[in-house]
């Protein structure tokens, strides 16, 4: 790498910023208009080229070069197979058997869903309620909720027992009747006016929220949760608080834990951290689904964090691993390109910071075999 930008990044990284590498990126393996992975009974669609796209439709083949289609999404994907590209409307091809918990994490644009007449897995569209479905070991399965369906109530169905996406939905009161188990990001940007419990959790986790804002808990036929309306708990843990809830002094104190999700937003969590024991919030990573994900808060302090997979720090180590005082120059400086977050790069302030352009450094050698110019 050009010695400019090694000594750029080894002299900027000396403040409040913690830089990672928890493994590379996986490279796509384009067949056609797809990007595929190998797995055990034929090819998983990872990705959609823009030349796969037709009047915002994507149809995923049986086949491709004489490989069965069957899943859709990859293990190592965090998010949509659709990607970007303003897909509004799939057709799944006759293979395909399933779906990761992330294939539709995302998929903000798609409005409509067509599989196969041959199709003879467990998938199933409901067009009425815009919900697709599966069926695995018995257990019933809700892939996704399209976020673009109409504002409404909604009641997950009796023979639903696991969630893998309603993110980005919209809901008067969203009741999650026999739900047992979601994935982390299930509720992501999701709005839920009133948000009926039940006792779903995240494996063995109660932090069920991420990302979520709810306006009023309802926990009346729950065994696991406990509400006043106002914030839900699990014994003395404390899950999330409502939007816009008010809470008395002393309110917290009967808590001994605290979700990193708790709060929608870093003016929620700052409005209210007054008013939250010092022993509750220390040292928990608090994060945010509406901030870049490198941004997060630790012990009342906007901190920041860049590794591969743009994951938030779990736990704080010994402070004088990653963090010294920064002056307020150069803490503006990060905190300018981590809220922006690297590429979006159209101020300028990546060649300000470190001396050249963006596009410059992204296509360093080094930097190329990484995959992550930002880093």
């Not at 991420?210 to 899950?239: P, Q």
């Amino acid at each position: 790498m050009d010695k400019r930008m090694v000594k750029a990044v080894s002299g900027f990284l000396a403040g409040m910023l913690c830089v990672s590498a928890f493994g590379m990126n996986t490279f796509a393996e384009w067949r056609g208009d797809f990007d595929v992975r190998d797995i055990s009974s034929g090819y998983a669609v990872a990705g959609v080229r823009d030349s796969g796209v037709k009047d915002g439709q994507v149809v995923i083949p049986d086949e491709i070069d004489g490989i069965p289609v069957t899943q859709l999404g990859a293990k190592d994907k965090t998010s949509t197979f659709l990607g970007q590209n303003g897909i509004t409307r799939l057709v799944i091809g006759k293979n395909v058997r399933g779906a990761t918990t992330t294939a539709f994490y995302g998929a903000e644009d798609l409005k409509e869903i067509e599989i196969s007449p041959e199709n003879k897995g467990t998938l199933a569209f409901d067009k009425d309620e815009g919900v697709l479905r599966a069926t695995s070991g018995g257990n019933g399965i809700l892939v996704k909720y399209l976020s673009g369906n109409e504002r409404k109530s909604y009641r997950v169905p009796d023979e639903i027992s696991r969630i893998f996406n309603m993110d980005h939905g919209r809901f008067d009161t969203l009741d999650l009747n026999q739900v047992t188990l979601v994935e982390h990001i299930s509720f992501a940007d999701t709005e839920i006016d009133t948000l009926v419990v039940g006792n779903a959790a995240v494996r063995t986790s109660p932090d069920i929220l991420y990302g979520a804002s709810v306006g009023k808990f309802d926990t009346a036929g729950s065994t696991l949760y406990g509400s006043d309306g106002k914030a839900l708990w699990k014994e003395r843990r404390l899950i999330k608080v409502a939007a816009g809830a008010d809470f008395p002094d002393g309110y917290f104190e009967r808590f001994d834990s605290i979700s990193p999700y708790a709060f929608q937003s870093i003016a929620q969590y700052q409005n209210l951290k007054a008013k939250i024991p010092e022993k509750l919030t220390r040292d928990v990573v608090f994060s945010f689904y509406h901030q870049n994900a490198a941004v997060f808060m630790v012990n009342g302090q906007v901190s920041f964090c860049y590794n591969y997979n743009l994951g938030v720090p779990t736990s704080v180590g010994n402070p004088v691993d990653y963090s010294q005082d920064m002056d307020g120059e150069k803490y503006e400086k990060v905190k300018a390109l981590m809220y922006v977050g690297v590429p979006y790069d159209g101020t300028g302030l990546f060649e300000k910071v470190f001396g050249m352009e963006y596009k410059e450094v992204s296509s360093d050698s080094q930097v190329m075999e990484h995959g992550d110019a930002a880093l």
